[in-house]
C-alpha cells in the first residue's frame, strides 16, 4: 500500500537546554536581558500561563523551546499553532498528578457566532504543531455530562493534527472523546507516540486517523452505570492506504465497568467517508472482564466486520481465544505490527 507522509521538518532531538539567537523568542517582563533568549520558558516565574508562553513561540521556529510548568492547577486551554514547532511542556513536580492542565468545553457549547465548538473548541489542549512533547503531567477535560443538559457532550483532554508528538508519563482524563489523535486531512500521517502514560474515558475515548501507539501505559474504561454498554475504548479512522492506524501494546486496561458490558472499539467515519477504514490492534496487553465476548461493534451503519480490527496475544479476564467475533493477528505478520512500524522510522528516545 503507498504510504503518502506529508514532507515535515527534522525530529526536535534532546531536550537540552540550548541558547538560541536574539530576538528569536520576546524575552518576558521580568527575565534578565543577556543579549539572547534561553530555550527554556518558565510558568507562572515568567509567563502567568502556559498560553501566554506558548504566545512567544514564533512560527516556524527550528530549536527546541522546553515550557516548564510548576506544580499548580492551570485552568485555560492551550493551543499549539500548526507553524510552531519543537514545543515541549514538562511539569517539574515529583510526578504526574502535581501539574494539571484542565478545562470543561464540550464539542456542543455554543460560541459568539451561534456554532458550536466542535472537536477542536472542546480540546483542552490542541496540537497542530510538529515535534511536540508533553512530559510528567495531567491534561483533562472536566466538563460534567451530569449537570448539564447538551447535545454534544463530547468533551476533549487533548486533540492533534500534527506529526511527531510524543507523550510520556502524562495522565489523560475525560469521559466520552478524551485523546484524538488525527491529521490534517484523511490522506496526510501524522504519528503519535504515548509510552508509560494514563488514559481514562468511556465513550470513543482514543480516537482518530493518526498512526498512533501507546505502550507501557494504563487504559481505564469507565463505568457508565450501564448493565449492558458502558462504552468504547477506540474509535479509528484510518486512512484506508494506510496499513497502520492505533496501537495499544504492552498496556494493562482496567474498568470499573461491570463484566462484559465494554467494547474494545468501533469503526468511526467522519461524514460517511468510507475511505476511513479503522485499523487497530491491541497486543500484549492485559483485558479486564469488562470487555465483551464480542469486543467490537458497528458505528452508524459501517460494519465492524469491514475494518482492520484485531488482537495478538492478549491475556486476563477479557481476553478469548480466536473465534468469528474475536479476530485474531495472524503470528506471521506480528513482526510488521510494532511500535516502530506503526512509528515509520521516527524514535523519540
Known amino acids: 500500500m503507498p504510504k503518502t507522509v506529508r514532507p515535515r521538518l527534522a525530529a526536535a532531538g534532546a531536550l537540552t537546554v540550548l541558547l538560541i539567537t536574539a530576538g528569536t523568542l520576546p524575552a518576558s517582563a521580568d527575565a534578565p536581558d543577556r543579549g539572547h533568549r534561553p530555550t527554556v520558558?518558565?510558568?507562572?516565574?515568567?509567563?502567568?500561563?502556559?498560553?501566554?508562553?506558548?504566545?512567544t513561540v514564533p512560527a516556524g521556529n527550528t530549536e527546541p523551546v522546553t515550557i516548564k510548568l510548576a506544580p499548580g492547577t492551570y485552568r485555560e486551554k492551550v493551543r499549539i499553532g500548526d507553524e510552531q514547532h519543537r514545543i515541549s511542556l514538562v511539569g517539574t513536580g515529583r510526578d504526574r498528578g502535581d501539574t494539571k492542565i484542565v478545562f470543561n468545553t464540550p464539542q456542543g457549547e455554543l460560541k459568539p457566532d451561534g456554532t458550536t465548538q466542535g472537536s477542536s473548541g472542546?480540546?483542552?489542549?490542541?496540537?497542530?504543531?510538529?515535534?511536540?512533547?508533553?512530559?510528567n503531567l495531567t491534561i483533562a477535560n472536566d466538563f460534567d455530562e451530569g449537570a448539564f443538559d447538551i447535545n454534544g457532550e463530547q468533551a476533549l483532554a487533548v486533540k492533534t493534527t500534527g506529526d511527531r508528538l510524543f507523550f510520556e508519563d502524562?495522565?489523560?482524563?475525560?469521559?466520552?472523546?478524551?485523546?484524538?489523535?488525527?491529521?490534517?486531512?484523511?490522506?496526510?500521517?501524522?504519528?503519535?507516540?504515548?509510552?508509560?502514560?494514563?488514559?481514562?474515558?468511556?465513550?470513543?475515548?482514543?480516537?482518530g486517523r493518526a498512526s498512533t501507539v501507546i505502550e507501557d501505559s494504563v487504559i481505564k474504561a469507565l463505568s457508565r452505570g450501564s448493565d449492558l454498554n458502558n462504552g468504547y475504548l477506540t474509535a479509528?479512522?484510518?486512512w484506508k492506504d494506510?496499513?497502520?492506524?492505533?496501537?495499544?501494546?504492552?498496556?494493562?486496561?482496567?474498568?470499573?465497568?461491570?463484566?462484559?458490558?465494554?467494547?474494545?472499539?468501533?469503526?468511526?467515519?467522519?461524514?460517511?467517508?468510507?475511505?476511513?477504514i479503522g485499523q487497530m490492534l491491541i497486543r500484549d496487553t492485559k483485558l479486564p472482564a469488562a470487555i465483551k465476548a464480542a469486543p467490537w461493534t458497528d458505528m452508524s451503519g459501517f460494519s465492524w466486520r469491514d475494518a482492520r480490527?484485531?488482537?495478538?496475544?492478549?491475556?486476563g479476564p477479557g481476553a478469548a481465544p480466536e473465534g468469528p467475533d474475536r479476530p485474531q493477528l495472524d503470528p506471521a505478520l506480528a513482526d510488521d505490527h510494532e511500535t516502530a512500524d506503526y512509528l515509520r522510522g521516527w524514535n523519540p528516545c
Open 41 to 55: 520558558l518558565k510558568v507562572p516565574s515568567q509567563y502567568p500561563t502556559v498560553q501566554d508562553a506558548v504566545n
Open 309 to 315: 480490527f484485531a488482537e495478538y496475544r492478549t491475556y
Open 236 to 238: 479509528p479512522s484510518t
Open 242 to 276: 494506510n496499513p497502520y492506524g492505533i496501537l495499544i501494546t504492552d498496556s494493562t486496561v482496567l474498568s470499573d465497568a461491570p463484566a462484559g458490558t465494554f467494547h474494545l472499539g468501533r469503526p468511526w467515519h467522519p461524514s460517511g467517508n468510507p475511505d476511513a
Open 122 to 135: 472542546s480540546a483542552t489542549v490542541m496540537v497542530r504543531g510538529d515535534d511536540f512533547t508533553a512530559r
Open 170 to 207: 502524562v495522565a489523560l482524563l475525560g469521559n466520552q472523546d478524551t485523546l484524538m489523535t488525527d491529521s490534517p486531512v484523511l490522506t496526510e500521517i501524522s504519528r503519535v507516540y504515548v509510552r508509560d502514560s494514563y488514559i481514562e474515558g468511556d465513550v470513543d475515548f482514543i480516537y
